[in-house]
C-alpha cells in the first residue's frame, strides 16, 4: 500500500540572521528542503509529497513532481501543527484515513533510508504509529536562579524526539484537531497522539539526523552530507 510524505516548511524561522527561512538555506548546493523530499521520495512506497509553505513564500522553486512523483504544495498555518493539519487535510481524495502519513521537518535534510525503513516497518504493525527518536546522552540539568544549577534529572528513559514521525492519516488529524480545541500547543505529532491516550512507538535512528536551528548545525549538515555518497 502507498505511504504519503507530509512536509511542514511553512516557518519563518530565520533563527541565525539574515532574511532566508532554514528551509531554504543550501547546503551540498540544495536547500534543506530538497534533501528532505528526496530523503522520503526516494522509498518506493512512497507516492508523493504535501508540502505546508508560508503564505507570502516567494522562494518555492514550483516543483510540482520529484523523481516522477507528485509533489503539492498548501498554505501552512501559525504553529507548526497548524502546518501539518493543512497539508493532512489537503492530500488528495485518494488518500485515506487509513494510509500512513509521513511527517518530516523539511530542516533535516539528513534522512537515511535505512531508518526510514525501519520507522515504516514498526508503524505499520503498531497500533499508534512511531517516530524516529534516540536517547538522550548527554547528563540533564535544571537550572536554577542565575542560570545555577538547581538540580540533576534522571536521564534514564529519556528520548529525544526526531523526524519523520508516522501516524494513519485520519488518527493525526483527530488528534490535532483535539489539541487545538483544547488549546495546547503541541511541538511534535506524537505529542498529539499521546494526548489522545496513543502511545506511539519509539524507534531508534541515527543521531545524525539532525534538525537544522543553528549556523553550527547548517556546518554539521554540509559535513554530514559530504560523507554521503554522491
Ligand atoms: O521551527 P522548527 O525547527 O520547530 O520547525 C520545524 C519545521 O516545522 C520546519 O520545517 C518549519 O518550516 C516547520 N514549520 C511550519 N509551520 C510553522 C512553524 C514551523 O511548517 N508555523
Known amino acids: 500500500t502507498e505511504l504519503w510524505a507530509v512536509i ?3 516557518g519563518r524561522g530565520t533563527r541565525f540572521g539574515g532574511d532566508v527561512p532554514k528551509q531554504y538555506l543550501e547546503v551540498a548546493g540544495r536547500p534543506l528542503i530538497a534533501h528532505a523530499l528526496q530523503a522520503l521520495l526516494a522509498h518506493p512506497r512512497v507516492a508523493g509529497a504535501m508540502v505546508a509553505l508560508s503564505p507570502d513564500d516567494a522562494r518555492w ?3 510540482k513532481q520529484w523523481n516522477g512523483k507528485p509533489v503539492m504544495r498548501c498554505v501552512g498555518g ?5 502546518s501539518v493539519l493543512a497539508a493532512l487535510r489537503a492530500l488528495p481524495a485518494q488518500v485515506d484515513d487509513n494510509t500512513l ?4 521537518d523539511a530542516a533535516r535534510p539528513n534522512l537515511r533510508d535505512t531508518d526510514l525503513e525501519r520507522l515504516i516497518a514498526v508503524a505499520e504493525a503498531a497500533e499508534h504509529g512511531a517516530i524516529l527518536a534516540a536517547p538522550v546522552r548527554d547528563t ?7 542560570d545555577r544549577i538547581a538540580a540533576t534529572e534522571s536521564r534514564e528513559g529519556l ?3 526526531f523526524t519523520p514521525q508516522a501516524f494513519r492519516r485520519g ?3 483527530a488528534a490535532l484537531e483535539q489539541a487545538r480545541i483544547d488549546g495546547v500547543v503541541v511541538t511534535d505529532e506524537a505529542m498529539a497522539m499521546e494526548r489522545t491516550g496513543a502511545r506511539p512507538a519509539l524507534v531508534e535512528g541515527r543521531e545524525d539526523n539532525l534538525k537544522v536551528t543553528t549556523a553550527a548545525d547548517l556546518a554539521l549538515a554540509e559535513y554530514l552530507l559530504s560523507l ?3
Request: proline share 10%.
Open 171 to 173: 488518527a493525526l488529524i
Open 101 to 104: 502519513v509521513l511527517v518530516h
Open 140 to 146: 540533564l540539568k535544571r537550572a536554577g536562579e542565575g
Open 8 to 10: 511542514p516548511a511553512a
Open 61 to 63: 522553486p514550483g516543483w
Open 78 to 82: 501559525g504553529e507548526r501543527a497548524d
Open 159 to 161: 528520548w529525544r524526539a
Open 228 to 230: 554521503r555518497d554522491p
